[in-house]
């Protein structure tokens, strides 16, 4: 079975800090896709940052990260140098073979100033 | 271009009656997903279409839920005999295919069933 796990309801952060929230994942697909998505108060969904179970590197986009621990099965996201405008619902997804696409339960960032 | 268009934003209806969503993908994307999201919830899914057909239909709650995509671009999510449970944010998402293509979403429909 395919699943996410987000252990992180909460998570606050100082301005200018960087951040790690959590994610790991269960599957027995050796390829597969993991996407991490924002979704502030207005209810958008917004793709952040990809990587794929065969890359080597960590993927990276501008201040986002993805720490890929493949033997342990994490996705975790790094944001850096945090934002007031970063405050929101954080999500971690996984795509399979089949093309689902499953979600985490998410982790709220709060961003402090 | 534009992005995932769905409408309407929010809609209000009466427990029994029947509703429609509609979503209009992203043009060229090939795949169309549908999820509700309840508030303080991941997306949940409920149907993903590849072109035409109904790829997988497996979230779907009950049979009061179905959803077509008759021409392979727009596609409507139709729930009868709504009941107060069906109130949330559903989400419609396209994408080109591909392990790396990622879900482009709309803004959603709010439904409240009264």
């Known amino acids: 079975a395919q699943k996410i796990t987000q252990t992180q309801p909460g998570m606050f952060v100082q301005e200018k800090e960087a951040v790690t929230l959590d994610c790991t994942y269960d599957?027995?697909?050796?390829?597969?896709?993991l996407f991490w998505y924002k979704q502030p108060s207005s209810g958008e969904m917004i793709f952040l940052i990809y990587?794929?179970?065969?890359?080597?590197q960590n993927a990276t986009e501008g201040r986002y990260s993805l720490n890929f621990q493949k033997a342990r099965k994490s996705a975790n996201l790094v944001i850096s140098a945090s934002q007031l405008g970063d405050s929101a619902m954080y999500f971690c997804?996984?795509?399979?073979?089949?093309?689902?696409?499953?979600f985490g339960t998410g982790t709220s960032l709060t961003v402090i100033p | 271009g534009a992005g995932v268009s769905q409408t309407p934003s929010n809609k209000v209806t009466e427990k029994g009656k029947y509703v429609e969503l509609r979503c209009d993908p992203i043009?060229?994307?090939?795949?169309l997903y549908w999820y509700r999201q309840s508030l303080g919830q991941g997306p949940e899914f409920l149907i993903y279409?590849?072109?035409?057909?109904?790829?997988?239909d497996s979230g779907l709650p009950n049979d009061r839920f179905f959803a077509v995509r008759p021409e392979g671009s727009v596609s409507t999510l139709k729930i009868q005999r709504t009941e107060r449970g069906d109130s949330a944010v559903y989400l419609c998402?396209?994408?080109?295919?591909?392990?790396?293509?990622?879900?482009?979403f709309g803004n959603g429909t709010r439904l409240t069933v009264t």
């Open positions: 043009s060229g994307h090939t795949a």
């Open positions: 998402a396209s994408s080109l295919g591909g392990m790396g293509s990622p879900l482009h």
């Open positions: 599957t027995s697909d050796p390829s597969y896709g």
């Open positions: 279409f590849q072109g035409t057909g109904a790829a997988d």
């Open positions: 997804a996984m795509r399979a073979t089949g093309n689902q696409f499953y």
């Open positions: 990587q794929g179970s065969y890359d080597q």
